[in-house]
């Protein structure tokens, strides 16, 4: 069964810390590019990361400078290290890749308070 599987979510302050993860069901040795995404309510899900098999990365500039995405292709999983948050990065992140067809995972939800 083809699925992605977010982790890592929860409440921290503003200028706190969070490690999220994605595991994947397939492969990462097979996927190229894979991102994060994030959602919140009323909004639509934003791209905030890519990341390449490679190791290479970018970001959208609301996450430049604090993010930083990573992979281990090994364990299938990729990571998004979130330092200095703030309020406005509270949402439910996600990650994908174009060979998931459409299929999303449940997402894990942040929550920064002030």
């Known amino acids: 069964q083809v699925q992605l599987a977010e982790s890592g979510g929860g409440l921290v302050q503003a200028g706190g810390s969070l490690r999220l993860s994605c595991r994947s069901s397939?492969?990462?040795?097979?996927?190229?590019?894979m991102a994060w995404y994030r959602q919140t309510p009323g909004k639509q899900r934003e791209l905030i990361a890519n990341?390449?098999?490679?190791?290479?990365?970018n970001y959208t500039d609301p996450v430049k400078g604090r993010f930083t995405a990573s992979r281990d292709n090994a364990k299938n999983t990729i990571y998004l290290h979130m330092n200095s948050l703030k309020p406005e990065d509270t949402a439910d992140y996600y990650c994908?890749?174009?060979?998931?067809?459409?299929?999303w995972g449940q997402g894990t939800r942040v929550t920064v308070s002030s």
């Open positions: 397939l492969s990462l040795f097979r996927i190229n590019h």
């Open positions: 990341i390449w098999r490679d190791g290479s990365t």
């Open positions: 994908n890749s174009k060979i998931y067809g459409g299929i």
